[in-house]
């Protein structure tokens, strides 16, 4: 996802003079391109990442459009009042871009791990807050939401394996059905999405046929997508590398309460962190958000015995 990011911010600022990428001394072997291809456009503010959005704000006050490269964690966290009173409050086309969400960055801690980010990005008004599943749909979501009038929050994988049947769509405000079902609804946040598709090529296996939605929109909220898949699933399933509050789980309890969708359901998150420290498929197994633990919950759903 990356890679795609980057590569899509080169031909943006080749044709935009107002693209600039500023990053807090990370993201190299990775933001070369774009430091080579326009050297007076990027600037390495050393490990200050509220200096960072203090200076994108500025210069976005003066007309450019600064993309803040880091860390999910620290693109988020460190800085996060310079956010709020900065682009936030004045409306400014700032882009936070956190790679790493969830336990990407699983064996470098627990301070790297990500698993506030969209909560509190979705807290924050005005600010559009997005996950793309794979890198194609990373290109897409770029060209779509790149000179949109305010603040922009991308939650980008360090690698993402492609998402079956996504084909890289992206629509601002909407959800991305990839597989159709009857028996459940699964919805992933993000790079999750082939995890799901594969428990759902599990499910099958056992004659469970499960539609899959992937949510790489999380603000502006896809109410309406999520409300007509809920209203003809008999259960549903969420599916994310975060916390259980303010991510893609509390979203969609949130539309289902708001619009009277009585269903079973079951979030897949990560519910006690705990400080571990291991590989990302290690983290992410012990919190039950790979597909075989996905599948197995779903049926636990269906029989009436999920959480």
């Known amino acids: 996802m990356r890679k795609a990011f980057i590569d899509g911010l080169v031909e943006l600022a080749g044709r935009d003079r107002r693209v600039m990428l500023l990053t807090a001394d990370l993201g190299f ?15 390495n503010v050393g490990v200050a990442e509220q200096n960072m959005l203090g200076l994108a704000t500025g210069l976005a006050e003066a007309g450019f459009i600064p993309f803040c490269y880091s860390i999910a964690a620290f693109a988020v966290l460190r800085p996060y009042e310079f956010i709020r ?22 064996s470098a801690g627990a301070t790297h791990h990500a698993l506030e980010d969209v909560a509190l990005m979705r807290a924050l008004p005005g600010m559009t ?17 790149w000179d949109l009038p305010g603040p922009v929050y991308y939650r980008l994988g360090k690698g993402g394996q492609p998402a079956p049947g996504l084909a890289g769509r992206f ?14 609804l699964l919805l992933a946040l993000g790079g999750m999405l082939p995890e799901a598709c594969a ?18 929109c999380l603000q502006p909220a896809p109410e309406a997508d999520l409300r007509a898949a809920i209203a003809t699933a008999p259960a549903v399933l969420t599916l994310e590398a975060h916390g259980p509050v303010g991510g893609l789980g509390a979203l969609v309890a949130e539309v289902m309460a708001a619009s009277g969708l009585a269903r ?24 039950g ?9 779903a049926l636990a759903l269906l029989q009436g015995s999920g959480r």
């Open 289 to 297: 958000l790979t597909a075989p633990q996905v599948a197995a919950a």
């Open 171 to 184: 629509a601002l405000g909407r959800a991305d059905p990839v597989r159709p079902g009857g028996d459940l």
């Open 264 to 287: 079973p359901f079951r979030r897949l998150d990560v519910v006690a962190q705990g400080g571990l420290t291991g590989s990302a498929a290690w983290l992410n197994r012990r919190h």
């Open 29 to 43: 072997m990775v933001v070369e391109p774009f430091a080579t291809a326009f050297p007076d456009r990027f600037l």
């Open 85 to 106: 009173n900065g682009p936030v409050a004045h409306g400014l086309p700032v882009r936070v871009v956190g790679v790493g969400g969830g336990f990407d960055y699983g």
């Open 199 to 216: 428990a759902a090529e599990l499910l099958a296996a056992q004659g469970v046929q499960a539609a899959v939605l992937g949510v790489a």
């Open 129 to 145: 807050v997005l996950a793309p599943a794979d890198a194609a749909q990373t290109a897409s979501a770029l060209t779509a939401t």
